[in-house]
Nanobody, 122 residues
Framework: VQLQASGGGLVQAGGSLRLSCAAS??????SAWFRQAPGKEREFIAA??????YYADSVKGRFTISRDNAKNTVYLQMNSLKPEDTAVYYC????????????????????WGQGTLVTVSS
């Protein structure tokens, strides 16, 4: 499976961006977004599997994860962006259905995109 992430960029605080992650290859069962800010550990943001979406508390109500099965693409709509959202965002996928208690674990995902930088200015 190859993942191609896109959509990052520079935006002012309060603005919006939509990230995309297109997958090619095998069928994806669980998709997720993580981010990593400079000097910090990789952080879980959101995950999606059929009928379910999961969010970190830090983005709940502002970010929305969705998936277009026809395009084999997962999206992350980010609204009300804050400077602390600045990070490199990574999409990740698993070919199995990851259980709810484990969706935030990076080791549950075998396939990773290359990362896309999101910078939010104050």
């Amino acid at each position: 499976v190859q993942l191609q992430a896109s959509g990052g960029g520079l935006v002012q605080a309060g603005g919006s961006l939509r990230l995309s992650c297109a997958a090619s290859g095998r069928t994806i069962r669980t998709s997720a977004w993580f981010r990593q800010a400079p000097g910090k550990e990789r952080e879980f943001i959101a995950a999606w599997k059929p009928g379910h979406a999961y969010y970190a508390d830090s983005v709940k109500g502002r970010f929305t994860i969705s998936r277009d099965n026809a395009k084999n693409t997962v999206y992350l709509q980010m609204n009300s962006l804050k400077p602390e959202d600045t990070a490199v965002y990574y999409c990740a996928c698993a070919t199995s259905s990851v259980i709810q208690s484990a969706v935030s674990r990076p080791d549950m995902y075998i396939y990773w995109g290359q990362g896309t930088l999101v910078t939010v200015s104050s």
